[in-house]
């Protein structure tokens, strides 16, 4: 495969990714300031979404305050912020647009029509008429894509990448999401058990798609029991350690040696971050810091990603095969 086209398929699916995991953030929150009404004249209700991106300064020099119009249009229109909802679409339709000859069409025609449907809203202004289901619907178009693509393209050497890019995508933001919210929500002895104790803890879950599948494996809300979820959990498709495992499977396949072979620097990443995590209980976490962990993870990707970058898509000199003096004929 050309690592033009691998390229195009790893970033199609990590902006996809991006872009679904930012309409999640806002639409949970509009649900959380309507389960506590106190959020709607809190001035910094908003700020943590903010605060995940990493890009606060950014924000404060473009936008001004976190006021929730100006952050719904941080993250959904702005065109100048290269992760807002917008900009990831953008980018995702031309990687598809680039690679039509190896996804199916059904993929192509789905992000397009999610793109201009984006676009659309985005041309009338900040104020979008229906908020809850506007991202309702991005959501559910990047999970139908998501369905489309399982069902009906050939799990080869492509697909493979499409798996690297979305679950390196869902691992880095599933660590943010928990770093910043828990750091953020951490029990005041005033909330402790309270009703508002509760719906933050439940805001975090929604913010991961886990809640439900949460209270399957431990009923009751606890935030060291929200982290080891969210971290170690080997079975829920969104905790870090099964984007990891499952991004280092897809690599695997892709480099053609077993799980676990580490002949390159590129394996050695992967073997180090799955190791760590693989390795680790929720105790041993408390111990070291939840946040200095999560640091550490997102510092790992970001190497992993890109030494992704520099083994199968950078463009490389080519050595020379002649002698200084020799003449090229």
């Not at 699916?13 to 809190?42: C, G, K, V």
Request: aromatic fraction near 12%.
């Amino acid at each position: 495969m050309l690592s033009r086209v691998a390229n195009s398929i790893f970033w199609m699916n990590r902006y996809l990714e991006r872009a679904e995991n930012i309409a999640r953030l806002i639409e949970t929150q509009l649900h959380m300031s309507l389960d506590l009404p106190s959020l709607r004249d809190d001035p910094n209700a908003w700020k943590p979404l903010v605060d995940i991106t990493g890009d606060s300064d950014y924000f404060s020099e473009n936008l001004g305050a976190p006021s929730k119009d100006n952050v719904i249009f941080f993250h959904t229109f702005d065109s100048n912020y290269p992760h807002s909802i917008k900009s990831c679409l953008t980018a995702a339709r031309e990687n598809a647009r680039s690679v039509r000859e190896v996804i199916p069409s059904e993929i192509w025609e789905m992000i397009n029509k999610l793109y201009l449907e984006v676009i659309g809203m985005g041309a009338r202004g900040r104020t979008i008429k229906n908020p809850h289901k506007f991202y309702s619907n991005i959501k559910m178009a990047c999970h139908l894509i998501v369905g489309i693509a399982y069902s009906t393209m050939a799990h080869g050497e492509a697909w493979y990448f499409s798996q690297l890019g979305r679950f390196l995508e869902r691992a880095d933001k599933t660590s943010r999401i928990l770093d910043v919210k828990y750091f953020i929500i951490l029990p005041r002895v005033d909330y402790v058990g309270s009703s508002m104790d509760s719906v933050q803890w439940a805001a975090l879950l929604k913010s991961t798609s886990s809640l439900e599948m949460y209270r399957k494996r431990f009923n009751l809300i606890s935030s060291r029991n929200i982290a080891d979820f969210l971290i170690f959990d080997r079975e829920f498709p969104r905790s870090v350690l099964y984007c990891i495992n499952h991004a280092e499977q897809a690599f695997s396949r892709i480099n053609g040696t077993p799980t676990g072979t580490y002949t390159s620097t590129l394996a050695r990443k992967f073997g180090r971050l799955t190791g760590k995590l693989n390795y680790s209980y929720i105790d041993d976490v408390m111990d070291v810091g939840l946040h200095e962990y999560l640091d550490g993870i997102q510092s790992d990707l970001n190497d992993v990603g890109l030494a992704i970058h520099d083994n199968f898509f950078a463009i490389k000199p080519v050595a020379e095969t002649f002698s200084p003096g020799e003449q090229i004929q």
